[in-house]
T-cell receptor, first 118, second 116 residues
Framework: DAGVTQSPTHLIKTRGQHVTLRCSPISGHKSVSWYQQVLGQGPQFIFQYYEKEERGRGNFPDRFSARQFPNYSSELNVNALLLGDSALYLC?????????????????FGPGTRLTVL | GENVEQHPSTLSVQEGDSAVIKCTYSDSASNYFPWYKQELGKRPQLIIDIRSNVGEKKDQRIAVTLNKTAKHFSLHITETQPEDSAVYFCAARPPPFSGGYNKLIFGAGTRLAVHP
């Protein structure tokens, strides 16, 4: 079963560098969201994209950016890395962005990318 | 903005006992409440969810209840098994004008340990 995939699995960077994380949603899913999960905490919303448009942004600095491609895959970019950016970055996909009824907006998570900033 | 509080942070039960995890949310307009289970080093997996037009939902040993008036929802696991040991997260989805159409606000998590 082709679930949400993310690459790379692990990444080690130094302060000041930039990083690009990638996500492929479940086939047919049009919405991708990004979350940051710091160790011992719940995931925190960063961005949502639907049909290649940004549909939501969390409380993160402008160093964080993202985009969605025509095939619905997505990239998360983080510039000028700080030690505090060390976390598990999770991607979640859903068929639709929001559903009044039914479950087309259920979010399924990928395995995440573990980013360590030294 | 929406805020979700989750209790307890850790929960230890004997195999076969029930476990209850409680969450409260702040935005009365939130309308969707999923629960995710995350095992060590793995992705969060949806185990059950409930929408604001329903008060209770059950799936085998797992049930969720929602009290919109009090703005709280709870996860109930009956007949717990060692494989239920994991971190459980509740989440709430606020309305679109709060910064995202399908944005989830998560609680801090509950570490459940089921002892044989």
């Amino acid at each position: 079963d082709a679930g949400v995939t993310q690459s790379p699995t692990h990444l080690i960077k130094t302060r000041g560098q930039h990083v690009t994380l990638r996500c492929s949603p479940i086939s047919g899913h049009k919405s991708v969201s990004w979350y940051q999960q710091v160790l011992g905490q719940g995931p925190q919303f960063i961005f949502q994209y639907y049909e290649k448009e940004e549909r939501g942004r969390g409380n993160f600095p402008d160093r964080f950016s993202a985009r969605q491609f025509p095939n619905y895959s997505s990239e998360l970019n983080v510039n000028a890395l700080l030690l505090g950016d060390s976390a598990l970055y999770l991607c979640a996909s859903s068929l639709e962005e929001r559903a009044r009824i039914g479950y087309a907006d259920t979010q399924y998570f990928g395995p995440g990318t573990r980013l360590t900033v030294l | 903005g929406e805020n979700v509080e989750q209790h307890p942070s850790t929960l230890s039960v004997q195999e076969g006992d029930s476990a209850v995890i409680k969450c409260t949310y702040s935005d009365s307009a939130s309308n969707y409440f999923p629960w995710y289970k995350q095992e060590l080093g793995k992705r969060p997996q949806l185990i059950i969810d409930i929408r604001s037009n329903v008060g209770e939902k059950k799936d085998q040993r797992i049930a969720v209840t929602l009290n919109k008036t009090a703005k709280h929802f709870s996860l109930h696991i009956t007949e717990t098994q060692p494989e239920d040991s994991a971190v459980y997260f509740c989440a709430a989805r606020p309305p679109p004008f709060s910064g995202g159409y399908n944005k989830l606000i998560f609680g801090a998590g509950t570490r459940l340990a089921v002892h044989p």
